[in-house]
């Protein structure tokens, strides 16, 4: 039970920096923080993401990169040019890899407004770091596993940032609904959203992406939202007005 207690706080807590801090702050500029309030989440994805921990910028860059070249070759990761889920993680990763280290050539005016902390990027994403999360894991499962099969979920742990990138970038391009045509394939995953703090509304937020609340019809949840609501309220982050709209 301790276990599978570790495994929701873990999913909740990674997607949760993924989808607030990640994506509608670095990369979409939904809302405004202090740099106290931006350093804590820094700090929160490290804890949160731990060895699979992503970094800020290249997160960022990748993403506007996708939301300006949906499906067409520019796109770092359409599934319309990927074999399977894997090699299009495999791919993802390494595009991820060369926009980190700086092995392409970088738009810098898709760089506008990223936050960055230089030495505690260092830190956090480095091998070091990444090890000792890994070992975190697997401490915790030698001390509270009912038994051996459990540690087969292990790599959940050590891939939590790449599982939750998967699922959105493949599936929400691949299979559900849509309440706006585009010019991509992206789909809505109710009711799965729910379980991946409103980002499968995918094809919403593709209609959208200045909005913080990816939900648009009466039966579409975006616990994310409520969260950065809260959150607004306690004037930890100022959510912009056009992204409330
Ligand atoms: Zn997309
Ligand atoms: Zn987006």
New binding site residues.
Partial sequence: MLILTFILIHWYASLFFQTVFL?RYA??SMFKMSRFWEKAFFIGTWISQGSSYLNPFAYAYM?RLH?MHAENEKDPHSPDHSYNIFSFMLKTYHYYASVKNRDIVIEEGLCKRIPRWHKFEKISESWLSRLIWVSIYILIYIAFAPNIYFFLLLPVHFFMSPIHGAIINWFSHKVGYQNFEQNNNSTNLFPIEIFLGGEALHNN?HAQ?WKANFAKRWFEFDPSYLIMRIMHALKIITIHKNALK
């Fill in positions: 994506h990369a979409h993403h939301h937020h992406p």
